[in-house]
């Protein structure tokens, strides 16, 4: 079949097909009434097969050209200095917190025992590593019916252990960053936005327009299939600060002191020359490790989807705002039944989901298994309070590892009483009315 071709020639040919075969069989099947609506899909098309396929006829298969591409060019679109490509968004957060307890970060490093303000309403993986290092998430309350942090509840979460906030905006509204980059400013804090389920996000902070993400100290991302891009599975960790970057490249990669890239050597030129610590001097330095680090790089291949879905984002997040809008416009005359989400002041969100609370008299589980019935999709707000979950236990019953302001009556109430639908970019119109509809029979 090759016979005469060059290696170019032969590639060509066959990424040609893989459009073909793409466009001729992964076309999305038309949408008909009754159809299961998922809360979330991948939005993709032949450009992507044709990236992963180039990808793996190099078969270079670890981090490579395509990782170099889409971390310059995902830096470049969040306007920041730096981006690290890890292997899911919780290794992102996983390296982001752990990039914190860095020895040459000095006074400011995280030490066990010492606290990290953050909520218990999200993702497990936002306080994780916290507790698997031994540092104590202090959990504060939040606020419907934006779902983020209550900010009034700051200065009390505060003590003389407090070293950082690490808190997820949520479904993509942005928390008030306002309020808590002054507070860690105020109190020489690190502020780390897990960034997973908002990129795109926008926040305006002292007349300044920036994505969520880069307004704090670190930025996390993740790429899994439901969030607003895609790489199967993928993330990203990304700073401005030059000796966090160096910090978080060697937590992803074995903890090495070494910054060469995958089949590079001697990049700075002093690979035999180097004293480190009790080494003999001159031990290569490919094989120098200044931190307890771990292996989270990408593939080369989640990277060349990920090039392809960064080409084709920001008009992901223009689907995903005209769907949440829809959606809000259309449930208006239920907000009696159900309260309606409101984006945080000063932010103009990318939205993940559309988060629907049951006013008093609505019985969530009915709402949900209506949905569920009818084909609409639905999610709770993930692990709805964490101190209630099984992976808890054993804390709760030493009374140690952790710490909460107050009784947490709103992350209750978000957990007893919401859910959520889906806005990605995939959905029409149509099933975007269709959803309205049944959720408006459901209430009545």
Same mark, same amino acid.
């Given at each position: ?82 981006? %690290? ?43 994780? %590593?916290?507790?698997? !290092? ?16 209550? +900010? ?25 960053? %306002?309020? +808590? ?33 880069? =307004? ?7 790429? !899994? ?21 160096? =910090? ?39 094989? +120098? ?86 084909g609409v999709q639905t999610r709770m707000l993930f692990g709805g ?28 109430? =978000? ?30």
């Amino acid at each position: 079949m090759f016979e005469n071709k060059t290696e170019q020639q032969a590639k060509d040919e066959i990424l040609k097909m893989v459009a073909e075969y793409c466009d001729t069989y992964h076309n999305k099947k038309e949408y008909h009434e009754g159809d299961r609506i998922p809360y979330a899909s991948r939005v993709y098309d032949h450009e992507e097969m044709c990236n992963l396929v180039d990808s793996a006829l190099e078969f270079w298969l670890t981090s490579g050209r395509y990782t170099d591409e889409f971390e310059k060019k995902f830096a470049e679109y969040l306007g920041v200095r730096y981006c %690290a490509l890890v292997n899911s968004g919780s290794s992102a957060n996983l390296v982001a917190f752990m990039t914190l307890t860095s020895p040459l970060l000095g006074d400011r490093k995280i030490n066990r025992g010492d606290e990290v303000i953050t909520v218990a309403a999200g993702f497990p993986t936002t306080i994780a %590593a916290m507790i698997q !290092y031994g540092a104590v998430p202090v959990f504060v309350d939040m606020t419907i019916p934006q779902y983020n942090i209550d +900010v009034t509840q700051l200065e009390a979460a505060l003590s003389d252990k407090t070293k950082a906030v690490m808190i997820a905006h949520t479904l993509g509204n942005p928390f008030d960053l %306002a309020a +808590v980059k002054a507070f860690c400013d105020k109190h020489n804090l690190w502020l780390v936005e897990d960034n997973c389920d908002a990129l795109g996000s926008t926040y305006t902070i002292d007349g300044v327009t920036k994505q969520t993400g880069t =307004i704090g100290d670190i930025g996390t991302s993740s790429f !899994y299939p439901p969030h607003h891009m895609t790489m199967g599975e993928g993330g990203a960790v990304y700073t401005d600060d030059p000796l966090l970057n160096k =910090i978080i490249r060697s937590m992803r990669d074995w903890g090495r002191d070494c910054i060469c890239s995958s089949g590079r050597d001697n990049m700075c030129g002093h690979r035999f020359d180097g004293q480190h610590g009790e080494l003999p001097f001159g031990y290569d330095h490919k094989y +120098v490790y200044s931190h307890f680090g771990y292996n989270l790089k990408a593939t080369d291949m989640q990277a060349a989807i990920g090039c392809a879905q960064l080409e084709k984002f920001p008009s992901f997040v223009e689907r995903r705002k005209h769907n949440f809008n829809r959606l809000k416009a259309g449930l208006k005359e239920v907000e009696d039944k159900l309260i309606l989400p409101e984006p945080c002041e000063n932010s103009d969100p990318s939205w993940f989901g559309f988060l629907l609370t049951c006013r008093e008299g609505v019985e969530k589980n009915h709402v949900v298994q209506y949905l569920e019935k009818e084909g609409v999709q639905t999610r709770m707000l993930f692990g709805g309070n964490m101190l209630k979950q099984p992976c808890f236990s054993e804390l709760k019953k030493a009374g140690e590892g952790y710490r909460v302001i107050g009784d947490l009556p709103v992350t209750d109430q =978000i957990m007893t009483d919401t859910f959520w639908i889906g806005v990605y970019p995939g959905m029409t119109d149509e099933m975007i009315d269709y959803m309205i509809r049944k959720i408006k029979e459901a209430v009545q």
